[in-house]
């Protein structure tokens, strides 16, 4: 199973982030380990346009995802080897 078919089953549930998020035109936010809320998946081909404002890291793998991070939903890339599910 992919992680994006893995998150698309998870909509709902709470994974974890293993290190911190990259916000574009800010940096590294420090802040490695955050539980978030899966909200919903992109799997348009749109998602790989890089738009989103902030990312694990971005491989080829990545998944663009809509989670709740601090009481906001933000779409973020993210990569098997950076999330957990819970």
Same mark, same amino acid.
């Given at each position: 199973?992919? &992680?994006?078919?893995? &998150?698309? $089953? ?16 800010? +940096?590294? *936010? ?6 978030? &809320?899966?909200? *919903?998946?992109?799997?348009?081909? $749109? ?18 995802? &809509?989670?709740?991070? *601090? +009481? ?9 080897? *950076?999330?957990?599910?819970?």
């Amino acid at each position: 199973m992919t &992680l994006l078919q893995q &998150l698309q $089953a998870h909509k709902g549930g709470l994974i974890h982030l293993k290190t911190q998020l990259y916000w574009y035109g800010v +940096g590294y *936010d420090k802040n490695p380990g955050r539980v978030c &809320l899966v909200l *919903d998946i992109d799997t348009t081909v $749109a998602a790989a346009t890089g738009t989103t404002p902030a990312a694990v890291h971005i491989p080829a793998a990545a998944v663009d995802t &809509l989670l709740l991070i *601090d +009481g906001s939903p933000q779409w973020i890339w993210i990569d098997e080897e *950076d999330v957990e599910l819970l």
